[in-house]
Nanobody, 129 residues
Framework: QVQLQESGPGLVKPSQTLSLTCTVSGGSNSTGFYYWSWVRQPPGKGLEWMGAIAYGGTSYYSPSLKSRTSFSRDTSKNQFTLRLSSVTPEDTAVYYC?????????????????????WGQGTQVTVSS
């Protein structure tokens, strides 16, 4: 069974850069998922697709977050990383990582867990001074 685990700080100060890592483990084809994605859910709001990085390294961005977002991956460790710069309290959310083999899901910026092959448990990030 493939598992995804997000890791990173639970509290970030405004203007700092948030860095989260997702580790993919288990299963016989942990590296077979081509698009490694990030989705977040602010308190009281719906899911927001943030972007994705393909196994080959191509990144896809939400237009609203593109200027502040970067993605990277370490295929040898089955890890991918999100960096969100200049955070504000509005970036407070539960952050999820997810993997899919579907380019359509990424191109259409689908936020829902039912679109993904596997979905992490989520990690709470609070932006506060």
């Amino acid at each position: 069974q493939v598992q995804l685990q997000e890791s990173g700080p639970g509290l970030v100060k405004p203007s700092q850069t948030l860095s989260l890592t997702c580790t993919v483990s288990g299963g016989s084809n942990s590296t077979g998922f081509y698009y490694w994605s990030w989705v977040r859910q602010p308190p009281g709001k719906g899911l927001e697709w943030m972007g994705a990085i393909a196994y080959g390294g191509t990144s896809y961005y939400s237009p609203s977050l593109k200027s502040r977002t970067s993605f990277s991956r370490d295929t040898s460790k089955n890890q991918f990383t999100l960096r969100l710069s200049s955070v504000t309290p509005e970036d407070t959310a539960v952050y999820y990582c997810a993997v899919t083999q579907s380019r359509v899901v990424v191109i259409n910026a689908c936020p829902g867990s039912d679109h993904y092959d596997y979905w992490g448990q989520g990690t709470q990030v609070t932006v506060s001074s």
